[in-house]
């Protein structure tokens, strides 16, 4: 199995920065795809950022790229979220999720991956 816990969420004031990071421990995979998902109240958990093993491969989602990077240091097992110009719409609990293998065509979807945090609460102040 594996644990995934996220941290560093908080409140932060429109227009600042944030980072989150997630812990990966127990069982751990090498050239696996890892996430991060949001989930807005009344919204249904949608895809943030995704990032391959070597860190090279990243995908954003429309709403965050530019603002968002997702990077990722496998010596320690550890993926990260940097988040810059934040927005009043970018409140919501932030999940990292990790997939057994390489990132692939569903790695946007929930379904794509097979492990998941607890979740973090990001809130973004006007």
């Known amino acids: 199995q594996v644990q995934l816990v996220e941290s560093g969420g908080g409140l932060v004031q429109a227009g600042g920065s944030l980072g989150l990071s997630c812990a990966a421990s127990g069982r751990t995979f090498s050239n696996n795809c890892m996430g991060w998902f949001r989930q807005a109240p009344g919204k249904e958990r949608e895809f943030v950022a995704r990032?391959?093993?070597?860190?090279?491969?990243?995908y954003y989602a429309d709403s965050v790229k530019g603002r968002f990077t997702i990077s990722r240091d496998n010596a320690k097992n550890t993926m990260y979220l940097q988040m810059n110009m934040v927005k009043p719409e970018d409140t919501a609990v932030y999940y990292c999720?990790?997939?057994?293998?390489?990132?692939?065509?569903?790695?946007?979807?929930?379904?794509?991956?097979?492990?998941w945090g607890q979740g973090t609460q990001v809130t973004v102040s006007s």
């Open positions: 990032i391959g093993w070597s860190g090279s491969s990243t």
């Open positions: 999720a990790a997939r057994r293998i390489a990132c692939g065509g569903t790695t946007y979807r929930e379904s794509g991956y097979d492990y």
